[in-house]
């Protein structure tokens, strides 16, 4: 199943969720547990977050979706502002999985924004995104003399993915709002998902699938600034199907002008890959805060 040639449609429905249910590959838990496990500890993270902070910032007008915004103390105008979208495979989860390592940014004098949206099955993929494009936006805006930084876990990373191949023109942008971006156990081909579970909320067109396919747009990432930096990175006990994805991702990155790294952390699975995000002196969060702090301020 390593084998790039061997097509979703090969195999049954039955293989094809299995390799697509993160919490199947988890050594750590049942799968009928790990989840529920992961909500907790991000919830729980979050609450201890007890620093300056505005909580449902309602980012394209009244009645809108939200976002939270995480202050350290003494922030100037000019800090980083680390943009985190959620994971839950469009379905599941919320800002208030989201803020759990506001700490740890914050004690280095980066603001955290976590980004809220729309889920399925109420919400199409369509939408989704162009909530996400949204937020990026009102960001962009709020902070305009700071480094923006977009970092997605799961589906998170896809629609992370998708702001990087955004034409920003279309949303009265001057120019390319991010100065790197962080790409958590992605899924950067949405093909295979269109055949899983995951679609009976979805309900992904096939232009969907073309459109939003991070994978199959890489030519549109042409207009990245010079020196920008992509992380991706993906836990150890993870399915081969993601491992497949992210580095077929970074294959299609390698002829473009930019640092793309990729990362595969030793006895981390799909979720506690982003719980030691809570940790100040986390391996993830050693490789984020590095890759931040590497990328130049023009």
Not at 164 to 191: E, K, Q, R
Not at 244 to 259: F, G, V
Request: aromatic residues 10%; glycine residues 6%.
């Amino acid at each position: 199943l390593n084998n790039p040639l061997i097509t979703m449609t090969s195999i049954s429905r039955e293989e094809r969720d299995y390799l697509y249910s993160p919490s199947k590959w988890s050594r750590r838990l049942p799968s009928d547990e790990v989840v529920a496990v992961h909500a907790r500890k991000l919830m729980e993270a979050q609450t201890k977050c007890h620093v300056r902070r505005e909580l449902n910032v309602e980012y394209a007008g009244p009645g809108s979706q939200t976002l939270d915004i995480y202050y350290p103390d003494g922030d100037r105008e000019s800090s980083d502002v680390f943009i985190y979208i959620h994971g839950g495979y469009w379905q599941f989860m919320g800002t208030e999985h989201s803020g759990f390592m506001a700490l740890p940014f914050n004690a280095h004098g980066i603001i955290v924004a976590a980004v809220g949206y729309d889920l399925a099955p109420k919400a199409t993929m369509t939408l989704i995104v162009g909530q996400c494009r949204q937020a990026c936006v009102y960001l962009r805006l709020k902070f305009p003399k700071s480094r923006l930084f977009v970092c997605g876990h799961s589906a998170g990373a896809h629609l992370a993915a998708c702001l990087l191949a955004t034409d920003w023109s279309h949303y009265g942008l001057g120019g390319f709002p991010f100065s790197g971006a962080i790409l958590l156990s992605g899924i950067y081909d949405l093909t295979p998902i269109q055949q899983t579970y995951v679609n009976d909320a979805l309900q992904l067109t096939d232009e969907e699938v073309m459109t939003f396919s991070p994978i199959k747009t890489v030519k549109q990432l042409s207009a990245l600034p010079t020196h920008f930096s992509v992380l991706l990175a993906i836990g150890e006990q993870e399915s081969p199907e993601f491992k497949r994805q992210m580095a077929e991702y970074r294959k299609e990155l390698q002829p473009l002008d930019l640092s793309c790294s990729l990362h595969e952390l030793m006895g981390d699975d799909h979720f506690s890959l982003t719980e030691q995000m809570e940790s100040d002196n986390s391996a993830l969060n050693k490789l984020i805060l590095d890759a931040m702090n590497s990328s130049p301020r023009l």
